[in-house]
Nanobody, 123 residues
Framework: QVQLVESGGGSVQAGGSLRLSCAASGNTYGLNCMGWFRQAPGKERERVASMYRRGISTYYADSVKGRFTISQDNAGNTVYLQMNSLKPEDTAMYYC????????????????WGQGTQVIVSS
């Protein structure tokens, strides 16, 4: 099994920054796609960013391009989401997710999910 634990959420004013972390543990062998999703109240969950094979390819939602950056530590067990120039519309629960032995990062069907970390951006 795989455990994903997010941290780093919190409350920030518009224009501020946060860095989310996702620590993977357990049977992490073969986890080659890592992603961040978010879900705001009353909205569907959306993929914010994902990284395939430590950066061979990355994906960013249009709404966060140029502001958010996904990265991974050298050991591959921690994934980060650096969020800059935050906007009130970035307010959501943010989830880390992973796929094992992916041929590419899927849009939504990830194998493992964390419990989420709340991000609140005030205007």
């Amino acid at each position: 099994q795989v455990q994903l634990v997010e941290s780093g959420g919190g409350s920030v004013q518009a224009g501020g920054s946060l860095r989310l972390s996702c620590a993977a543990s357990g049977n992490t062998y073969g986890l080659n796609c890592m992603g961040w999703f978010r879900q705001a109240p009353g909205k569907e969950r959306e993929r914010v960013a994902s990284m395939y094979r430590r950066g061979i390819s990355t994906y960013y939602a249009d709404s966060v391009k140029g502001r958010f950056t996904i990265s991974q530590d050298n050991a591959g067990n921690t994934v980060y989401l650096q969020m800059n120039s935050l906007k009130p519309e970035d307010t959501a629960m943010y989830y880390c997710a992973a796929v094992r032995s992916a041929v590419s990062c899927p849009r939504a069907n990830f194998d493992y999910w964390g419990q989420g970390t709340q991000v609140i951006v005030s205007s």
